[in-house]
Each structure stands twice: as C-alpha cells, then as structure tokens.
C-alpha cells in the first residue's frame, strides 16, 4: 500500500514570496490533515477535511494561508504571503475514518525555510 | 482543553539499557484517545500505539511497553534493550474526539531519544 505522498521536500523561498505544497493522501482515506510543525516542537494542525469539505481550520491563519481539496482526494497548502515565521515542517496526513480514535498517516513532510 | 506534556525534551543512553519517555496529559473528557508516534530523521511521523481511556491495562509489544495510568493522566513509554534504530524524537499525543467529531489531535513537544552503540 502506497503512503501518503508529499512534494516538495524541500522549498526555500524569501518572506513575501507565495507557495504551495501538495499532498496525495493514502487511497481509501476520507480525511486529510494538514500539520505545521515548528523547530523543536510538535505538530500543530492547521487544517482538516472530510472528503472535499473543511470539518475543521480553526487553527489557520487565513489572512495567508490557504488549503483546498477539490475532488475529495489530494490537496494543496498555499502561503501567500509567507512570513519569516513559516519556517517550519509542513505534514501532511490521513485517516480511514473521521474519529478520534482512528490513528493517521503520516507523509515525509515539506520542509519550508523562508529568509 | 487539552494538553499533553513530555517533560524530557532529549534522552540519552547506551546500547541495551532501557528507557522510559514520560507523557502527562490533560483532558475534561472522560472518553479520550491516547498515542505515540516516532518521528526518525527521515521525518515521517509512524503509529506505534493507541489507547482509549477506559483500556488501562499495559501492553507489550516486543522490546516496547506502554504503561497507561489515569489516576495520575500518565501513558508512559518505556524501550527495553534499546538498539541504535531506536533513535528518532518520540511523540505522546491526545485526541478527544469521537466519531464524527473534529479530530483535533494535540502532541506533546516530542521526546529527543539516542542510542549510542
């Protein structure tokens, strides 16, 4: 079974810049996560969908971040603009289910610096 | 609210000894779902285990071992004969939500662990 696909790996980029991240979560997963995580700390979500729609982005600065999942499938984290601190980790993740106890998979994250 | 906390930010033994990382949480609920993830360089976070709150009873998996205990909101992860593979940042998290709910997982600051041959 496929994991969950993330790309880039790496991106740098200077502050006021935009750019996105990509994430094909694994085959099956109705939900999807997206994490930041900072230099030393844990993930923190920011965003998560069920299918296509947003169950949750309390978390997400929407002034610049943003994230769809149009088709139910794979989705796109986008800053714009980006801040120096972004810098950060950005995971994405899914889940068979959506509950609580369900456990989620992880990607190998996309690791933005922003200068 | 929520919180989890691992006190030990970085671990340090020898080959073979044994270790135990520390995850203290905080929650309103009574049904709660507690985990740990190991995050190794290459940056993917794995499953190691989940507990729900009303399974206290300890596990055992191999060289690892959980021991989950309410009285004092602990779920404490100890590594016996620890290998060199054993090495990654090791991550206790909580998540309270039920079917249906938002799943708004929270971790801990994560547990630096190395095994020195």
């Known amino acids: 079974e496929a994991g969950v696909a993330q790309s880039p790996r790496y991106k740098i980029i200077e502050k006021r810049q935009s750019v996105a991240f990509w994430c094909n979560p694994i085959s099956g997963h109705a939900t999807l996560y997206w994490y930041q995580q900072i230099l030393g700390q844990g993930p923190k979500l920011l965003i998560q969908f069920q299918n296509n729609g947003v169950v949750d982005d309390s978390q997400l600065p929407k002034d610049r971040f943003s994230a769809e999942r149009l088709k139910g499938v794979d989705s796109t984290l986008k800053i714009q603009p980006a801040k120096l601190e972004d810098s950060a980790v950005y995971l994405c993740?899914?889940?068979?289910?959506?509950?609580?106890?369900?456990?989620?998979?992880f990607g190998p994250g996309t690791r933005l610096t922003v200068t | 609210a929520q919180k989890v906390t691992q006190a030990q930010t970085e671990i340090s033994v020898v080959e073979k000894e044994d270790v135990t990382l520390d995850c203290v949480y905080e929650?309103?609920?009574?049904?709660?779902?507690l985990f740990w993830y190991k995050q190794p360089p290459s940056g993917e976070l794995v499953f190691l285990i989940r507990?729900?709150?009303?399974?206290?009873q300890n596990e055992i998996s191999g060289r690892y071992s959980w021991n989950f205990q309410k009285s004092t909101s602990s779920f404490n992860f100890t590594i016996t004969a620890s290998q060199v593979v054993d090495s990654a940042v090791y991550f206790c998290?909580?998540?309270?939500?039920?079917?249906?709910?938002?799943?708004?997982?929270?971790f801990g600051a994560g547990t630096r662990l190395t095994v020195k041959p």
């Open positions: 993740a899914s889940s068979l289910e959506w509950a609580g106890w369900d456990e989620q998979y």
């Open positions: 998290a909580l998540s309270e939500a039920a079917l249906g709910d938002n799943n708004d997982m929270r």
């Open positions: 507990r729900n709150s009303f399974d206290e």
């Open positions: 929650t309103r609920d009574t049904t709660y779902y």
